[in-house]
């Protein structure tokens, strides 16, 4: 499907010069001389490697066709991570390095949405916020404010993340599994 560079956002997968690419950042820019254009950022997902295009406005770029279905997660082994359709039962792994950081936040029958191109997992997306236990996390500092002052912390995932000061070992935390960050206590 073709789209504008000027639709282009943060997420996407498009089609460029032979590969599949993820869209990193993106920048419109509208210099004072001359046509405006999209500054984008991307990652191979094949290559594992980064481009950085220009695209006019008036260009349009190939945005890749995906089929996402939804997946519960069974387990992992040293190398894959397994999901089961919860509809047909059918089974299918996939390579740690696809999920990459993120695997670590998979908890049995999680359910997330695998893309499918061209019938092979590409990317999986697990749901916005998930359920966390803290397994150590540093002692508060008197006088910080608690409004600005953040600590670090240690999940049951092994996960690093940043919480506000009252937060200690043992509690359950929401965390955004798109940025990695805090969101509230249970």
């Known amino acids: ?15 460029h010069k032979n590969d599949l ?4 950042k993106t920048q419109h820019v509208k210099p004072g001389k001359g046509g405006a254009f999209a500054q984008i950022e991307m990652k191979s997902v094949n290559k594992n ?10 260009e349009t770029v190939e945005k890749a066709s995906l089929e996402e279905i939804n997946y519960n997660f069974l387990y992992k082994d040293e190398n894959n991570y397994f999901f089961m359709n919860p509809k047909s039962f059918e089974q299918i792994e996939i390579k740690k390095e696809i999920i990459g950081e993120k695997g670590k936040l998979l908890t049995e029958n999680l359910e997330v949405s695998v893309s ?9 997306n697990l749901p916005n916020q ?3 236990s ?3 996390t540093d002692a508060a500092l008197k006088g910080q404010t608690v409004s600005s002052s953040y600590k670090p912390a240690v999940l049951s995932n092994g996960l690093n ?3 506000p000061p009252f937060i200690e070992a043992g509690d359950e935390v929401i965390v ?3 940025n990695l960050e805090y969101i509230k206590k249970i």
């Open 130 to 132: 998930v359920t966390c």
């Open 176 to 178: 955004d599994t798109r």
């Open 134 to 136: 803290i397994e150590t």
């Open 161 to 163: 993340i940043q919480v």
């Open 21 to 24: 690419w993820q869209v990193l």
């Open 49 to 58: 490697t980064k481009l950085n295009e220009r695209f006019r406005s008036s």
């Open 1 to 15: 499907m073709k789209i504008n560079a000027s639709e282009i956002r943060v997420g996407m997968l498009l089609e």
């Open 116 to 124: 499918f191109y061209n019938e092979s997992p590409i990317l999986v």
